[in-house]
């Protein structure tokens, strides 16, 4: 199984490290595009099974914090009602975050959302590999477009979805991304690499060997570079025996800019709410976009057994037209 069983106390040494410039050449440029991973902040690629991690504890966060914290522990609490396992009745999106660290002439860093060039995303540089049952190999996936990368103020996320829009059937997955120079990459033709923490883990050495902590001891001295080299260690561990072998296939793991496993919970037999596919009780205001009020490409195109473009988005069928006009339901 993919299922993590990280403790709790590895939330401190992330913390930490989060916070130092990610691991780029020694000749690192003034600015570069990394894929974000900061477990301490929920700042990881979703689904996840490091989502699972006591999520009661870590994503709560401070009690104090009124404004915050009711809607972490909803969150924290749906994580816990999935026993480890995300949901296979629905089609659960990949969400990937990626930054842009740029340093003006007196060392302030900013961020903000690269372009990525998601032509780059090829088959050897971008993949999801999954076990379902008797079964496994490379999942297939819808194709990227430009609704696929939306971009905020200090980060973009890239979203992708199983082909079809389909649910991941009960299995576990492998999701990997290769960087640096033989990997994905910006508009501009810009390497995207990996953050100092994903850095550190995959390279898969035992961090408590003394020849692997040289970092860790500038930065906390030598016994608690101890203590975050085996609290480290408990996520090398998990993918060594999943991730790394997975990206081997098609490129070294050690060039990854990002990787992550997630389960999915075998099928089970309950009433099916997927939008995507216009698989809920009719009628239904999830099926409408919130701001124009009409229905949605997918929907339109669901009910007419049709498909959504994979470049401009919009569904195939000429009689679309007909149900993106609507804005509401029908009294009769």
């Given at each position: 199984m993919l299922r993590t069983t990280l403790l709790l106390t590895l939330v401190t040494p992330l913390a930490l490290l989060a916070a130092c410039t990610p691991d780029v050449a020694h000749d690192a440029p003034t600015n570069f595009a990394t894929a974000v991973f900061d477990p301490t902040t929920s700042q990881i690629p979703l689904p996840n099974d490091l989502a699972f991690t006591n999520p009661l504890n870590t994503v709560c966060g401070d009690p104090?914090?009124?404004?915050?914290?009711?809607?972490?522990?909803?969150q924290a609490e749906l994580l816990g009602s999935f026993n480890g396992k995300f949901p296979s009745d629905q089609g659960v999106a990949i969400t990937i975050d990626f930054t842009q660290?740029?340093?003006?002439?007196?060392?302030?860093?900013?961020?903000?959302?690269?372009?990525l060039d998601l032509t780059s995303f090829t088959p050897d540089k971008f993949f999801v590999y999954g076990i379902s049952g008797g079964a496994q190999g490379e999942a297939a996936l819808e194709p990227l477009t430009a609704a696929s990368y939306v971009k905020g103020m200090t980060k973009g996320t890239l979203t992708i979805h199983h082909k079809g829009f389909a649910p991941w059937a009960g299995g576990?997955?492998?999701?990997?991304?290769?960087?640096?120079?033989?990997?994905?990459?910006?508009k501009d033709?810009?390497?995207?690499?990996?953050?100092?923490?994903?850095?550190?883990?995959?390279?898969?050495?035992?961090?408590?060997?003394?020849?692997?902590?040289?970092l860790l001891k500038a930065q906390y001295g030598t016994q608690q570079a101890l203590v975050l080299g085996a609290q480290l260690n408990q996520v090398i561990n998990l993918y060594k025996g999943t991730l790394f072998p997975v990206a081997d296939m098609k490129f070294p793991h050690q060039q990854l800019a990002i990787g992550l496993t997630f389960s999915t919970q075998a099928e089970v037999t309950n009433v099916s709410i997927d939008p995507d596919r216009s698989l809920v009780p009719l009628p239904i205001d999830l099926l409408r976009d919130p701001v124009t009020g009409h229905l949605t490409?997918?929907?339109?195109?669901?009910?007419?057994?049709?498909?959504?473009?994979?470049?401009?988005?919009?569904?195939?069928?000429?009689?679309?037209?007909?149900?993106?006009?609507?804005d509401g339901f029908s009294t009769t």
């Open positions: 104090t914090d009124t404004t915050s914290v009711p809607a972490k522990c909803a660290t740029t340093f003006d002439d007196k060392g302030q860093a900013t961020n903000t959302a690269p372009d576990t997955y492998v999701v990997a991304v290769r960087g640096g120079p033989d990997g994905v990459k910006t033709g810009s390497p995207i690499y990996a953050s100092q923490v994903f850095s550190l883990i995959e390279q898969g050495q035992d961090m408590t060997d003394p020849k692997n902590l040289g490409d997918q929907a339109a195109c669901a009910f007419l057994s049709s498909a959504v473009d994979s470049t401009t988005g919009k569904c195939t069928s000429a009689a679309a037209g007909g149900f993106l006009a609507l």
